[in-house]
């Protein structure tokens, strides 16, 4: 059996969260969520994703920080900004 590719969902708007889970839950993939940059961060540093959908306009910390972390400890990680 193959492993289901992962992706972290960083959005604040519950709306467009919930909506980009179902989407994504229903073709196929393992996803996780964060509604703000800091606990987004966290995720994005601690588990494993395939891909991160990061929202620029976050609570806590904006999307540019995010990404900026996540580049110092991984230049290859996936990531679209929304």
Not at 3 to 31: F, Q
Not at 33 to 54: P, R, S
Not at 58 to 76: A, S
Request: net charge negative; glycine share 8%.
């Amino acid at each position: 059996m193959s492993r289901k590719e992962n992706i972290l969902i960083i959005e604040d708007e519950e709306a467009i969260r919930s909506g980009l889970v179902d989407v994504l839950v229903y073709h196929g993939y393992d996803t996780d969520y964060a509604a703000d940059g800091n606990t987004g961060l966290e995720k994005a540093l601690t588990g494993i994703y395939d891909l991160i959908l990061l929202d620029i306009m976050l609570p806590g910390m904006d999307g540019y920080t995010v990404c900026e972390h996540i580049r110092k400890e991984d230049r290859e990680q996936a990531i679209i900004m929304l």
